[in-house]
Every structure is written in structure tokens, then in C-alpha cells.
């Protein structure tokens, strides 16, 4: 159990205990399905933790310069690499640092692929099936119009010389039936164009970690799919997966203002800075004994530290009345947090630490005027 008293506030905190049993149970995934699974940076990538992933876990993707250069300094190996444009300017510092790489048009294969040609990367093409489950928008790489992957229509059905693989991201927050559906559509679409590849790239969204997930269809799905297509390499690339529900942060409360019998607990966290995705999705994050609001019951909206106007979210009920100094724990904020915060306002970022596997609380890193000033100039 995290003792939370012992914790500075504002602070992210990563359960140690939580976060290997995530990557315990990946592991076993890519065991017995005999598929590769690396970790997407984009929804984690506390590299002081990285260590700990290493024991389970040795690849990563990246979707820019300074992730595939963090894979290769910090977890010692080259990424599996995928941004949606890559610049004159970066591109082969990127290719220094990448195992593969893939690209989201023919024209960006068609100027980069000579210059990298006899590297020992492999090169892939992002392909868009047209299909996904995603409801939210801004999460559907697959809504019309998407600027994100290759229409089967544009590819024809000879793919261009050096392509070795072929990449798609459809899925997030999804479970194995989503993946079994889309597997359908991408077959029906590419399939004449699977025999010509080596590898697969299934892309994120596999929350193999949430309860209830089927861990042992999703196993199934793949062993079918591989069994299918024997000579393809299959990799999988969640985020979230590898951090879902691995940790908290840490809040407090600093003053309590009424509008007219609104009462917002005001915080030293910011919704728009450290916790963007409850604005963005939107969803309601879970906070340690709050409830969903009930009449007789003490409510507060939790309001961030940033002047947004819309920096709040609400509303929860408690037992007892809030006081100036509580402790307020929003559960499950590892994914999407830290890689997304902001230093808006100049609001204090919230610190970084891991409460160890003996119960020990690690302050990995404290951020202060230097960080903001940093950033600007
Ligand atoms: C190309 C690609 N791969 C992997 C991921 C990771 O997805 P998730 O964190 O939902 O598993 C994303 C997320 O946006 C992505 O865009």
C-alpha cells in the first residue's frame, strides 16, 4: 500500500508493484503468442523506470527524433520508428537511432528510403484499413479524411522496391475481438500485399492489462493469424497497456471557493497542464474515496492551478467536508500524463518518484524555474 503522507505534493508516482505486473503479464503475451511487443513512448517513457521495463521488455517505438535518441541511450537499443512527417533536418539522426522505420505516405518512402538503402533498417509503409471502433475522434486514426496511414486504394498491388513491412495503428483502448475484427478488414484489403512483406506492425490501443481483457483470445487471435502467415514477423506496440493503472497523482487541496453553492476545491495540480486527456477525451478521472456525486453528501468540482477558465472537472461527493491540506490521489495517471504535461502559467510541474517494491517512496525529480525558463527564451 502507498503511504501517500509520505509523498511531496504536487507528484506523480509510479507503483513499482503494479507496473511489473503489467509488464510480467506482456511478456507472457509475446511468449506465448511468439510476437514481439515493444513499448510505445508516447503514452510512457519515465526513463528512470526504464531499468525495470529492460528485465521484461528490451525494444521501444518512437515517433520523433528525441524518442528513437532516448530508446537508444536509455533502454540501449534501436526503435521501431513511425512519425507522420520526417524533416530533411532530422531524418538521419532518426535513422541512426532506428532498427526500423516506417512511413505514412509512398512520396515521404520515396524520399527518404535512397538515402538509408543498405543500412540494415528495415523500412515499413503505415497503411490505413478504414476501419476501427474508436467512438472518439480525436483518438480514430480511421475517421474519413484521416491524414494518418495508405488507402489500399493508393497502393496498388505491387508494393514499392524496400518496403519489408507494413504498419497499422486502428485501436485504442480496445480489447481482442476489436483486434480479430480488424485483422478481417486488413486481410481483405492487404492481404495480397502481406506475402510480399516481413514483418507486421499491429500498431497500439491492445489493453491487454485492463481487467477483463482476454488475455487468452488475444493469444489465440495472433497464434491464427501467424499460423496464416507463417513467414511474417508480428509486432505489437501499446503505450497504455504497459502503465495502465501503475499509479497516481498526488494532489493537494490549497483553498475551497463558492459560486453560488458551487464549491471547487482548488488544487496545486492543473487538469490542462498535468492531466490533459480529462479534457481532451473527455473522461472522469478516479480519485482515492471520492464519489459519484450523491445529495446530502459534501461536492466539489476539483479545480486545477492554471488560470484556463475550463481547468476543472466535477463533480464528486465525500464522506466528510474537505479542508485546506487534504490529500487528493487521481488514480491511474501515469499513461498520457507526464509525457504531455505543460509548463503553462509557469505552474509548478508536478515532481516524478516511484514507491519501490519495499514500500519505500523514491523522489526521482523535482522541477523548478530552470525547467520553465528553459523552455522559452
Ligand atoms: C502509431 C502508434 N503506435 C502506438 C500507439 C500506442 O497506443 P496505446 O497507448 O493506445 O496503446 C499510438 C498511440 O497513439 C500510435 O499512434
Known amino acids: 500500500m502507498i503511504q501517500y503522507n509520505q509523498i511531496p505534493s504536487p507528484c506523480f508516482v509510479l507503483n513499482e508493484r503494479k507496473f511489473r505486473e503489467n509488464l510480467a503479464l506482456i511478456r507472457s503475451v509475446s511468449e506465448a503468442a511468439k510476437v514481439e511487443i515493444i513499448l ?9 523506470a526504464f531499468p525495470i521495463v529492460k528485465k521484461y521488455i ?36 532518426i535513422a541512426q ?60 498491388n505491387k508494393l514499392p522496391e524496400g518496403v519489408e513491412g507494413l504498419h497499422f495503428h486502428t485501436l485504442c483502448e480496445s480489447n481482442s475481438f476489436d ?26 490501443g491492445h489493453l491487454m492489462t485492463r481487467k477483463g481483457y482476454n488475455v487468452e483470445h488475444l493469444i489465440q487471435v495472433l497464434q491464427a493469424f501467424k499460423a496464416k502467415y507463417p513467414h511474417l514477423h508480428i509486432i505489437l506496440e501499446p503505450g497504455s497497456a504497459f502503465a495502465w493503472e501503475t499509479g497516481d497523482l498526488v494532489a493537494t487541496v490549497q483553498d475551497i471557493v463558492d459560486n453560488k453553492g458551487v464549491k471547487t476545491a482548488m488544487l496545486d495540480v492543473s487538469f490542462s497542464c498535468h492531466m490533459p486527456d480529462c479534457l ?31 481547468d476543472f472537472y466535477g463533480d464528486w461527493s465525500f464522506e466528510k467536508p474537505l479542508q485546506i491540506g487534504d490529500l487528493i490521489i487521481f488514480q491511474d495517471m501515469i499513461h498520457y500524463t507526464m509525457v504531455k504535461t505543460t509548463m503553462f502559467n509557469g505552474v509548478t510541474h508536478p515532481a516524478i518518484g516511484i514507491w519501490t517494491l519495499d514500500n519505500k517512496f523514491k523522489l526521482i525529480r523535482e522541477f523548478g524555474y530552470a525547467d520553465f525558463k528553459g523552455r522559452l527564451s
Open 40 to 48: 510505445a513512448f508516447k503514452a510512457f517513457a519515465m526513463w528512470s
Open 58 to 93: 528490451q525494444t521501444s517505438t518512437a515517433s520523433s527524433l528525441a524518442e528513437a535518441r532516448l530508446a537508444f541511450e536509455e533502454m540501449g537499443n534501436k526503435a521501431h520508428t513511425y512519425a507522420p512527417a520526417y524533416t530533411d533536418k532530422e531524418f538521419m539522426e
Open 97 to 156: 537511432y532506428s532498427s526500423h522505420i516506417s512511413f505514412n505516405s509512398i512520396a515521404q518512402f520515396q524520399k527518404f528510403y535512397p538515402k538509408i538503402a543498405g543500412q540494415n533498417i528495415s523500412c515499413g509503409l503505415r497503411i490505413n484499413p478504414e476501419f476501427s471502433g474508436v467512438g472518439t475522434d480525436l483518438y480514430n486514426p480511421c475517421s474519413p479524411g484521416s491524414r494518418l496511414g495508405i488507402l489500399a486504394e493508393n497502393l496498388g
Open 179 to 204: 483486434l480479430e475484427k480488424t485483422l478481417l478488414v486488413v486481410e481483405k484489403k492487404f492481404g495480397h500485399l502481406l506475402i510480399q512483406v516481413k514483418w507486421l506492425n499491429m500498431g497500439g
Open 280 to 310: 481532451e477525451m473527455p473522461y472522469k478521472p478516479a480519485i482515492i474515496g471520492g464519489l459519484e456525486p450523491q445529495v446530502g453528501l459534501p461536492t466539489y468540482r476539483m479545480g486545477g492551478n492554471s488560470c484556463l477558465a475550463g
